[in-house]
């Protein structure tokens, strides 16, 4: 008698449901990227990826067990970047400030400001501050601290030296003042002073010239002019003589002694009696040195979620 095929119980029985399948990566399409950036040394970098296969993003629970294949991510990273330098820089005149501030600013990126330049914008735009300064430079009074130091602040606060860093040249210069910054919260990374010996200077001040006709300064021995026409209309300022200098040079030095109190622990000094190029060298390393310690920003955050 032939026997009685009975079916498979493995064959009849429902197949059991099985681990829910992985996820595939997503592909190259499902990733957009926005980069912002601005300059290498200053500028704050962000970057932003979003996967979410071109959908919007949602945060609320889900609903349906089998979208977790709709599942969607965003993940925005901010690449850490180094906050903007803040510098003051400090010379007797001559000292070459003026020289090593261009190289500066050429290199980094800094928003160069002169507390000079700040009361000649205000006093050539006829300002409510400006009023007041030119009162007192007409009077040969020195302009209040108050006044100097909003203006200063004031520019400080503009987006351009916010985003890119500042460079303050010449000031503060003097204690009152280096306060009255301190006051307002307002300090640099780092405190340049370039250092020239006094017979250095004189022998660079004594031996300026200005070209009348073309604004142009010459020096007499280190940069002296390309023909005699030139020569001959060349003058000299009025100050620029050793005695004059010597006096301008002890204000200095009373002054930047009681401003290095305040920046003392910041303070580096550079010598400036070598060629620019070898000061501008010391100052490079100097900042570079302070970008280093300087605290990064950096952030990162993920959300994910599903499409509805």
């Known amino acids: 008698m032939a026997s009685l095929a009975l079916p498979s119980v493995t064959a009849t029985r429902a197949a059991k449901p099985g681990p829910p399948p992985a996820l595939s990566p997503p592909t190259p399409n499902s990733v957009r990227a926005v980069i912002f950036f601005q300059s290498l040394e200053t500028s704050r970098t962000a970057l932003r990826c979003r996967i979410n ?25 901010a690449v850490k970047t180094e906050e903007p330098l803040k510098v003051m820089i400090s010379g007797a005149p001559a000292s070459g400030k003026g020289t090593q501030c261009e190289l500066i600013k050429k290199k980094y990126g800094l ?44 520019r400080l606060l503009q987006p351009d030296a916010q985003e890119n860093g500042w460079l303050l040249d010449g000031y503060p210069r003097s204690f009152s003042q280096a306060k009255a910054l301190e006051d307002l919260g307002i300090r640099p990374d780092i405190f340049i002073l370039l250092e020239v010996s006094e017979e250095d200077l004189v022998e660079r ?25 030139i020569a001959a209309r060349l003058t000299q300022r009025f100050d620029d003589t050793e005695e004059k200098v010597k006096l301008r040079l002890q204000t200095h030095h009373q002054n930047v002694e009681a401003v290095l109190a305040t920046y003392e622990d910041i303070t580096v000094r550079i010598n400036g009696s070598v060629v620019k190029e070898d000061v501008f060298a010391e100052i490079d390393k100097a900042l570079s040195s302070v970008i280093k310690r300087k605290p990064t920003s950096s952030s990162a955050s993920m959300a994910a979620g599903v499409t509805h």
């Open 53 to 77: 296969k071109g959908r919007r993003f949602s945060s609320r629970p889900l609903r349906n067990p089998s979208a977790v294949a709709e599942q969607s991510a965003t993940i925005v990273a």
């Open 111 to 154: 928003v160069h400001i002169a507390a000079g330049d700040l009361l000649r914008a205000e006093i050539a735009s006829g300002t409510e501050k400006g009023k007041i300064a030119k009162e007192y430079m007409e009077k040969g009074m020195l302009v209040p601290d108050e006044i100097v130091v909003m203006m200063v602040k004031e």
């Open 205 to 229: 001040v004594v031996g300026r010239r200005l070209d009348p006709v073309t604004g142009k300064i010459y020096h007499l021995k280190y940069s002296p002019p390309e023909n005699e026409e």
